[in-house]
C-alpha cells in the first residue's frame, strides 16, 4: 500500500481562521437579531476597488489573446521580461539596491513563494521563526518534515522561536544557539511593527557571519511612512549575500483575489552540500520555476506591471493611505478605551494588548458578543501571542468608523488578581 | 552555514527544449537566409486565440474588481463553489462518474499539480514512471530525493521505468515488482497513444490489489475522438478507490497562457502511515491547497467556467477539430514519406519511427537543415524514445500544410547496416 506523508498528521486540525467562522457562526446562530451587525476586522484581506490602471491593463491584455497574432501561449516559468524588468527597476535600482531582473521570480502568491522555498533547502537545516508568527511557515516547516510533533502548548519541537514582545518592541533577538534559516516578516504581521535599520543591520551581520539565510517577508512593504525604516531587507550592505525577500501585489495593488507575487533570490547567494561544498541557490530556485511552475496568468502580469506606472503608483499610494487612515482611527479608538497598542502606523494591523487576566479568545469572545466585532487572538499566531488581538485596518472608511465607536464603549473587568 | 537540497544537483543540466532551443540558434546564425524558413513543430503549446466564451467571462470578471460592491479577495484555496460544482457536474457526473465538487481542487496548472501531489506521499514509495514520459514526472521525483543519480543512459536509479514502445503499442505493461505510486499519462505525451478500456481495467485491478495509487494525467482528454476510448480514469469501476486525475484547461480551451488546471482527489483515496495505518489523503491535499496556496485568480475561474456553457464547449470543439486536423494532415505526410507513424487521432501529438539506424537528435538536425522544421527528438522523453521523434500539431493550417509538404521532400539514406 502507497505511503502518505505523515508529517501532515502532526498539523494541528483547529487552524485559526476556521475556529474564528465557527464562533462568529455559533454567536450569529443563537443571536439571530445581531447577526447584521457583525463587522469583520479579523483576515488580513483587502477590500477596495482593483486600481485602474491594473483593471485596464488586463482588459487590454485579454483582448490580445482574442487574434492569432497577439495570442500568447506559454510563457517564461519565470515572469515576462516586461515585469521581472519594471519590478527590478522600480522596487529596487531605483531605491539604490543592484537587483537584476534575472534575480526576480513572478509567482502567485508570497503564501506559496514562502512554502516553495523550503523546497530548494536540505531537511537538516535549524530553522528560527519570530512568535508571533504568520502560520505558514511554521505549517509548511512540519509538513517538510522539520519539526517534532507540537509539544502541547501550540508550538513544535524542533523549531528555534523568536519571541516578540513589548519588551524587546516585537523585534527578535538574535538566538543563542546557532540556527541556518531565519524568517523575518517586517512590517510585521501580526504585530503591524517594524524594525530599524539598525536591528535589521544586526540580523545581516549575523547571517552573514555563521552563513545562515534569512528569508525576508515583506508584503507589507507599501505600508511603511516612516522614512528612517527600510522596505527591502536589500537596504542593508551584504543583504544580496544572505536573504532571499517576498514581495506581493495583494496588499498594495489589491491583489489579493487576482493573484501576483514575486521573489527575489540573489545570484550571489550560497548553501552548502552536506559535505561542505558551497553552491549558488539562483540555479536551484529557477530549476523549481522551470519544472513544477508554469507562470503567472499573462493578463495578471500585465496587470501587476501596470502598477509600476505613474497612474498605478498613485492609484497605490492612495488605497495605502486609505487602510492607514482606518489604522489611525482604529488604534485611537482602542487607546481611547485604554488599552495598550502597538504597529498600525507602518503597517495595516493593530497589535493590542487585553487587559490583566484576558486570554486572547476570551477577549474574541467578549468584543464579538459585547460589540460585534470580529478581531483575531493573538495566540492563533504562537505563544508569544497569548493576551493579545490583532485588529486589521483593510475596511471601508465607514466601517472602521462604526467599530471604533464600538471599541470605546467597552468596558474591561477589573481582573488585576486573575492572572 | 546553511544546507541546501542536494538532490536538485542529480537532475540534468541539459534539460530538452533549451538543448533545442540552443540548436535551432545555431542553425539560424550561420544560416541567416533559411532563419526566416524555420517552423516550430516542437513546444506543445497552442496557437489559436482564447475561446469567445472565456474572453467575455473574463472582461466580465474584471469589471466586478472596480467596485466594492463586488469586488473580489481573497477566494478559497481549492477553487470556487461555481467551478468546482462545474467540473464536477459537467466532466464526471455528466459521464455517469460520481464526483463531488469537495474532491475537485483548481489550480493554477497539472505541471504544478503533478509535482505537488509528491508532497502528501511518504519518501517510501517504490515509484513506477512510464518511458518515455513527460519528464516533469521523473524531475519532481529527483528533486524529493525518491531517485539515486542518473544511470548515465539518461535513467534514475530507484525509479522503476516501464517501457512504452511498438510492441505494446505505447501502453505499459504492470511491471513484476511491486510499486507504490504509478503515474500513467493518456491520451500520451509523447507519444499520442491511448489506452484502450480493457487497459487502464488492468490497472486499476493491478492497484486495488496491491494498494497503490494512479497518478494519471489527463490532460489531452479532449482529443479523444473514438468512442470506445475512456476519457477519465475513473470510467472504469472502482477507480475512485486507486487514482487522482490530473486535468488540465490549457489543451482544450488554449489557457497555457492564462494558467487554470484541478485535480480530482476522490475522498475514498487512503494511503499508510509506516505504521501500517490507513488514512484518507483528501483531508492532506486540501491541507496542502490551504496552506501552499491561495488559489487560482478569480477572472481566470470565470474564464474556466465559461468554457463549461453551451457556447463555450463548441468553441473547444471547433479548437480540438483544428489541431487534428492539423494532425491529419502531418501524420499522412509522414506516413508519405515512408516512416512508421503512431498517434495523432485521439491526441495531438504525433510519434515516429526515425528509420533505421537514425538517432532522434540525428533525425532532430536532419530535419532541422534541410526543411527548417523544429521537431522533438523522442530520446529527450527517456531511453525507448530513442530513435522516435515527436511531432505537434499545435499550428495554424497554413503551418501545417507547409511542414506537411516539406515532410514529403525528406529524403532518408539507407542505414540498415548501421544499427
Avoid at 469583520?40 to 484581506?45: K, L, N, V, W, Y
Avoid at 506559496?112 to 519570530?130: E, K, T, V, Y
Wanted: charged residues 20%; aromatic residues 12%; contains cysteine.
Amino acid at each position: 500500500m502507497a505511503y502518505l506523508n505523515e508529517h501532515y498528521l502532526k498539523l494541528k486540525a483547529g487552524y485559526l481562521f476556521p475556529e474564528i467562522a465557527r464562533r462568529v457562526n455559533a454567536f450569529t446562530e443563537t443571536h439571530a437579531d445581531l447577526a447584521k451587525k457583525v463587522i469583520r476586522c479579523g483576515i488580513g484581506d483587502v477590500t477596495e476597488p482593483l486600481p485602474g490602471a491594473a483593471i485596464a491593463a488586463m482588459h487590454r491584455a485579454i483582448d490580445e489573446l482574442v487574434r492569432r497574432e497577439t495570442f500568447r501561449g506559454y510563457g517564461p516559468e519565470q515572469g515576462y521580461e516586461f515585469l521581472r524588468e519594471a519590478i527590478a527597476e522600480k522596487d529596487y535600482r531605483r531605491r539604490g539596491i543592484a537587483i537584476d531582473k534575472d534575480e526576480v521570480f513572478v509567482s502567485d502568491g508570497s503564501k506559496c513563494d514562502c512554502g516553495n522555498i523550503l523546497d530548494i533547502f536540505g531537511h537538516q537545516n535549524r530553522i528560527a521563526i519570530m512568535d508571533p508568527v504568520y502560520p505558514v511557515y511554521v505549517d509548511t516547516n512540519v509538513m517538510a518534515g522539520h519539526t517534532g510533533v507540537d509539544d502541547g502548548s501550540g508550538a513544535y519541537t524542533g523549531l528555534v522561536y523568536l519571541p516578540c514582545n513589548k519588551e524587546n518592541d516585537f523585534v527578535a533577538a538574535i538566538p543563542a544557539e546557532p540556527v541556518n534559516l531565519i524568517y523575518l516578516c517586517y512590517p510585521n504581521n501580526p504585530t503591524g511593527t517594524v524594525a530599524t535599520r539598525e536591528q535589521l543591520t544586526a540580523w545581516v551581520n549575523y547571517a552573514l557571519r555563521v552563513g545562515a539565510i534569512i528569508l525576508f517577508d515583506a508584503a507589507y512593504e507599501a505600508y511603511i511612512t516612516d522614512p528612517a525604516i527600510p522596505h527591502s531587507i536589500y537596504e542593508i550592505p551584504g543583504a544580496t549575500g544572505c536573504a532571499i525577500e517576498f514581495r506581493s501585489f495583494s496588499k498594495n495593488g489589491g491583489f489579493t483575489g487576482v493573484r501576483c507575487a514575486f521573489t527575489v533570490m540573489p545570484k550571489s547567494l550560497s548553501a552548502q552540500t552536506a559535505c561542505g561544498e558551497k553552491k549558488p541557490l539562483h540555479p536551484l530556485w529557477n530549476r523549481r520555476f522551470a519544472t513544477k511552475f508554469n507562470g503567472v496568468s499573462y493578463p495578471v502580469q500585465r496587470a501587476a506591471e501596470a502598477l509600476y506606472t505613474e497612474a498605478g503608483e498613485s492609484q497605490i499610494l492612495k488605497l495605502i493611505h486609505h487602510y492607514l487612515g482606518n489604522a489611525r482611527i482604529l488604534a485611537d479608538a482602542l487607546r481611547g478605551s485604554g488599552l495598550d497598542v502597538f504597529g498600525g502606523i507602518n503597517a495595516p494591523y493593530i497589535w493590542v494588548k487585553a487587559p490583566r487576566g484576558y486570554s486572547s479568545w476570551e477577549v474574541f469572545d467578549k468584543i464579538l458578543a459585547e460589540i460585534q466585532v470580529v478581531i483575531t487572538p493573538g495566540s492563533g499566531f504562537g505563544k508569544q501571542g497569548e493576551g493579545y488581538f490583532r485588529v486589521s485596518a483593510f475596511n471601508s472608511r465607514e466601517n472602521a468608523e462604526e467599530v471604533a465607536e464600538r471599541f470605546l464603549k467597552l468596558v474591561w473587568a477589573d481582573r488585576a488578581d486573575a492572572n
